[in-house]
């Protein structure tokens, strides 16, 4: 795949999660609810939050794909990510774990590797929460973002460069666009590795058309919604400034 | 009502609103309460959104108008829906009940039928909500809110055009809307169906105006804040496309 | 001190909390949550919000400063009010108590109060709120906020006139403000009053430079973050309209 193919299946796979208005179920932590929501909703998703335990089940079955975010948990939450997680795999439903901060706190950590128990299909990290997971046995895509991403699968890895300093002076930035790659394996069942590398650039391309907006990281907040909703193949081919495909194997 | 009684009735509501600073508790979900807070200040309302059992009660009887949203419930949120529905009618406060997505989940379905014994003044919601509840012998106002807001309070009736498709895009604009509603209730008690109209309207024309700035949903939220709090009776009868007051009987 | 130095106190305390990436812990409302980290990121702090009882110890152990924000009580949060400021009084870290509408709820006063016995470095909040406090014994600084911030501990007092009349209409704004105190007290141990100044200084320089670009309070929520990340000792003296120091002791 070529930064061409990338940005083509980028602006495909958008259109689908519009067409279909994808259901992502967001067990996500306080902080990050506004913009995770807005930002799935500026792509055409349709977000849900709730963790009760009396109704979870009805949302995560009408979802489309899940996220689990540890941040900011609480007794209920905690219960409600096992859960859900749970639930998404046995019925193969596409989720993402976002293991926000697991190098602040033993237990975040501890819940994070009993969550992979369950497979999810992507985690989403920076690299200081992914060099403190043990992954050995992990079939599923690694997301490390920051000035460059990296994904990894198995054999394959890719490689990105997109999105804006600015992204870093936003909470729950990187929240949102673990929501938002749910969204993308929703809609790319059949080369789920793809699909989360054009997820990346897709956030990767708003963030960079936001920074040239920008005032500040006010400002940049605000245009991050903006240019989610208005993404196309030519926004994100003019804004990854590098991309590379080291696939050892493609979907089949 | 045309639709110049309508302006002048809302213009005149939203400046006894700021007078007063009416005070409006919202129990509300956890993605909507930063913009629900911000569109009431932004109005000259007073937002609290306390859902402690120790203090709630305290909350309730020094607010002039509640809101009940029944999004992201907890165990203690639930709690806090019936006590102070509850409070609220056996004091004559005005009350709004949002009845967020039961449609996707029977529980929150029957949250919303129970809360309906405490005879909210008026249920805003939309049209999928609407059509689940069971509202035999409920005598308030409904306010189904979508690109036609339409409001039915026993044999009156009334329609709207207003606002903007970017509503649809802001997280919690509709829960937004329910807690100004609470708003105009709790200064319009002679003609609550007249009031509400009026937060509608006001709301509409809000959205219309962010409309025009807008470069997207996340400059549109920024505007809609901004428009709130400078909406006046022109503003209103220039945004306000349509507008039927159908009522067969009005306020005494 | 005059307004040159302390707008000279301000920038330099800026960039301590910068190349530090001082870490603020924020046990704080919910609707507050969102402004509160993005200010603190504006300014190159970094926020974390848990009030887990299974890791709050850990997050306040590893932060640099600790907010306390009575807003939005749940049990687990009360709990981990105490257990933090007791964690923070301990080991000298500094911390900050936001006592969040203690004249609406007698239960709210009765923490607040409580709380005080752990000795926070400095209490931030309105006036009406502080004519609730029963503060004989309190050596901390006391520092209460609105058109003229008025700074107090012992003998010494301050006053300072900055800020914008918007900073009132967008939600927790004033929270916000707490935790930015907290990133002060953090970097400004030798002399905690005059940092206490300086943070307020800063924030009303930010809501200033944000009032001239304000179309609303949407807009200025915005341009208040971008105003955070931009500000130095000049754009703080040109915002600052008055300003007196009667320190009648200095800090050895």
Redo the contacts between chains.
């Keep these: 795949m070529d930064v061409f193919e990338l940005a083509d299946l980028a602006q495909d796979l958008l259109r689908r999660i519009e067409d279909r208005a994808v259901r992502v179920h967001c067990l996500t932590?306080?902080?990050a609810?506004?913009?995770t929501?807005?930002a799935l909703?500026?792509i055409g998703a349709v977000?849900?939050?709730?963790?009760?335990a009396?109704?979870l089940s009805?949302?995560v079955d009408?979802a489309d794909a899940l996220l689990v975010n540890l941040?900011?948990?609480?007794?209920?939450r905690r219960a409600a990510w096992v859960a859900a997680a749970v639930q998404a795999s046995g019925s193969g439903k596409p989720w993402v774990l976002d293991p926000v901060?697991v190098d602040?706190?033993?237990?975040?950590l501890d819940a994070a590797q009993a969550l992979l128990t369950f497979r999810p299909d992507a985690i989403r990290c920076n690299a200081g929460e992914a060099a403190r997971l043990s992954l050995d046995g992990f079939t599923g895509i690694l997301a490390r973002t920051g000035a460059e991403d990296r994904i990894s699968q198995n054999a394959n890895s890719a490689s990105l460069s997109a999105g804006h300093p600015y992204l870093?002076?936003?909470?729950?930035a990187g929240c949102a666009l673990s929501a938002i790659l749910a969204a993308f394996l929703a809609v790319g069942r059949d080369d789920p590795f793809a699909a989360t590398v054009a997820g990346l650039a897709s956030f990767g391309a708003a963030g960079a058309m936001a920074g040239k907006r920008?005032?500040?990281?006010?400002?940049f907040?605000?245009?991050?919604?903006?240019?989610?909703?208005?993404l196309d193949a030519a926004a994100i081919r003019e804004t990854v400034t590098a991309f590379t495909d080291d696939r050892k194997e493609t979907a089949q």
Tied chains: 1, 2, 3.
């Design positions: 932590n306080s902080v609810q506004p913009i929501a807005n909703l500026a977000p849900s939050l709730t963790a009760d009396e109704e009805e949302f009408s941040g900011t948990p609480t007794q209920e901060m602040r706190a033993a237990g975040r870093a002076k936003v909470t729950a920008a005032e500040g990281p006010g400002s907040a605000v245009a991050l919604l903006d240019s989610l909703s208005t």
